[in-house]
């Protein structure tokens, strides 16, 4: 019994001279859509623009003074955030603790800081008020001290970090000239 359908679809098979050509592309259409693809997220192209625009704060840097020496990593967590950990150590005591967050939510970019002793250890945000390659200045009018940050881009491997505002009634600016000790 099986050989007779065989026969008769060979029969059918090699008179009919579209169905070798109907039945090769089935085929082909069928291998192609069976080839394993690698599973992506489509991404919208510079979603993430602004904050790819300061990535050259990403590495180690430090700066050494009479406070002591500080240290700000920063490292890529994902598409729209980048992480700092930034801390200052005198005589092998660390004297100051803060994380830093860069992240861009929307089309803005806020730098979240939560320093360890202060403002009940809760984060505090500081929104990007003004921006370009080189230079990069947070503001929070409302934070008590400090309530502007600013990083300049001096070169490659150096940046002034300053952090400014209002303390006991006059204008008071701390800055860090940072060099670049690792990518």
Same mark, same amino acid.
């Given at each position: 019994?099986?050989?007779?359908?065989?026969?008769?679809?060979?029969?059918?098979?090699?008179?009919?001279?579209?169905?070798?050509?109907?039945?090769?592309?089935?085929?082909?259409?069928?291998?192609?859509?069976? &080839?394993?693809?690698? =599973?992506?997220?489509?991404?919208?192209?510079?979603?993430?623009?602004?904050? /790819? *625009? !300061?990535?050259?704060?990403?590495?180690?840097? &430090?700066?050494?003074? =009479?406070?002591?020496?500080?240290?700000?990593?920063?490292?890529?967590?994902? /598409? *729209? !955030?980048?992480?700092?950990?930034?801390?200052?150590?005198?005589?092998?005591?660390?004297?100051?603790?803060?994380?830093?967050?860069?992240?861009?939510?929307?089309?803005?970019?806020?730098?979240?800081?939560?320093?360890?002793?202060?403002?009940?250890?809760?984060?505090?945000?500081?929104?990007?008020?003004?921006?370009?390659?080189?230079?990069?200045?947070?503001?929070?009018?409302?934070?008590?001290?400090?309530?502007?940050?600013?990083?300049?881009?001096?070169?490659?491997?150096?940046?002034?970090?300053?952090?400014?505002?209002?303390?006991?009634?006059?204008?008071?600016?701390?800055?860090?000239?940072?060099?670049?000790?690792?990518?």
């Amino acid at each position: 019994v099986y050989s007779d359908y065989f026969i008769k679809f060979n029969f059918y098979f090699y008179m009919n001279p579209k169905l070798p050509l109907a039945v090769s592309a089935i085929v082909y259409v069928i291998a192609c859509n069976n &080839t394993p693809k690698e =599973k992506t997220m489509p991404v919208e192209a510079g979603l993430y623009e602004k904050l /790819d *625009s !300061t990535s050259w704060l990403l590495g180690t840097w &430090t700066d050494s003074s =009479k406070m002591g020496k500080a240290t700000e990593t920063w490292h890529k967590e994902n /598409d *729209s !955030t980048y992480t700092a950990e930034s801390f200052i150590v005198s005589q092998k005591d660390t004297i100051f603790y803060e994380q830093v967050k860069l992240e861009q939510r929307n089309n803005e970019i806020h730098c979240v800081i939560k320093t360890k002793g202060q403002n009940d250890n809760e984060a505090v945000s500081f929104k990007l008020r003004s921006g370009n390659a080189e230079t990069l200045v947070f503001e929070n009018p409302q934070h008590d001290f400090p309530t502007q940050i600013t990083y300049t881009k001096i070169g490659s491997d150096s940046l002034y970090a300053e952090i400014s505002g209002l303390s006991k009634g006059q204008e008071k600016k701390v800055g860090f000239p940072f060099k670049k000790v690792a990518q």
